[in-house]
């Protein structure tokens, strides 16, 4: 069984800074210090990004106690998703992203619309050489690749058959225990209709490992033609694992609507804002500790992940 240690807190994301209308690379919070690192998604009542803010604007709050913003990043000031291809190579910096595929054989009827909006996922990410791709049934095949490696991707991609059992908790858990020792921001997207019939692991072991890791977790749920609430059971674990680490949930009704989605993705990527405070909580007793993001803009919706492990040390001998 997959299993990772409650260790003290969590690897510092790294953040993107755009100024003065001139290209940075993203630079990376380091320190010798237990710094807790949040990535903000912050936008309108219409879905748009809310860009501009500043460092005087946020409030953080862990187990409600308010905590002091030692370090702060804006994202860009315009969507990345058109900027030209020299300028978003600049700015892509360490990425790490993971795309998990369901081939199980409940995905048979969606698994041409999956391939095609794999494909054109992978042709438009940030430029990374941590580039995981992983496609189950009740077995799991994990590779990392450079996002260069755009033909041979492809060719695996298109070579999934959907077969066999679902083991889609085991499948998660997998991605999290790999790339957890990684630097850099990390981004997962899942496309799955959220069924599991096969995993070792059960849902609370995932959401442990969910709330050990640094990862932004997507889902796209693929429902087929499953009744509403049969739709509405099976998406659970899918919406869980977006509400948990700050990510967005969505149904795959059609590439449209996918294609949508892509581009919010990485848009977000690169427009969130980054934050980072020493905790005030002195404990080592390894517990969960909850984050709470304020933001002083009206009518304004707020995605970030929901908390970490404090650090967990062996009390001193006397």
């Given amino acids: 069984m997959l299993s990772l240690s409650l260790v003290g807190l969590l690897l510092l994301s790294s953040v993107l800074a755009f100024a003065q209308e001139e290209v940075q690379r993203i630079p990376v919070f380091t ?4 710094m807790v ?5 912050v936008h309108d009542r219409d879905g748009n990004f809310v860009r501009g803010l500043t ?3 946020f409030k953080v709050y862990e187990d409600g106690v308010e905590q002091r913003i030692e370090l702060f990043a804006a994202g860009l000031d315009e969507s990345w998703v058109d900027l030209p291809p020299e300028i978003k190579d600049e700015l892509s910096g ?99 209709d959220g069924v599991d ?14 709330k050990l890791s640094n990862v932004t977790i997507h889902s796209i749920h693929f429902a087929g033609s499953s009744s509403m609430s049969r739709r509405f059971q099976e998406s659970r674990f899918l ?13 795959g009704h059609s590439l449209e ?17 980054n934050i980072a ?10 517990k969960y500790r909850k984050i709470k993001v304020e933001v002083d803009v009206d009518d304004i919706k707020i995605r970030h992940r929901r908390g970490y492990f404090g650090p967990e040390r062996e009390p001193t001998k006397q």
């Fill in 257 to 273: 609507v996918i294609d949508k989605l892509f581009d919010k993705i990485l848009d977000e990527l690169f427009s969130q804002y």
């Fill in 94 to 192: 360490r990425q790490v992203i993971g795309l998990i595929m369901d081939a199980s054989g409940s995905m048979e009827d969606d698994m041409p619309l999956l391939r095609t909006a794999a494909i054109k996922f992978l042709m438009n990410i940030p430029k990374t050489e941590n580039l995981f791709v992983m496609d189950f049934d009740e077995n799991i095949r994990l590779s990392r690749y450079s996002s260069d490696d755009q033909r041979v991707i492809a060719e695996r991609i298109y070579g999934i058959k959907s077969e066999g059992w679902t083991a889609l908790y085991d499948a998660a858990a997998t991605f999290l225990e790999r790339v957890y020792d990684l630097d850099g921001r990390k981004t997962l997207v899942i496309f799955s």
């Fill in 31 to 34: 320190t010798d210090v237990d």
């Fill in 37 to 41: 690192s949040v990535a903000i998604a």
């Fill in 55 to 57: 460092a005087d604007q």
């Fill in 277 to 286: 405070y020493l905790s005030s909580n002195t404990e080592t007793n390894g």
């Fill in 239 to 251: 919406r869980q694992l977006a509400r948990e680490t700050g990510g967005t949930y969505a149904q």
């Fill in 197 to 210: 019939s096969r995993s070792t692991l059960g849902v609370s072991e995932v959401f442990e490992m969910v």
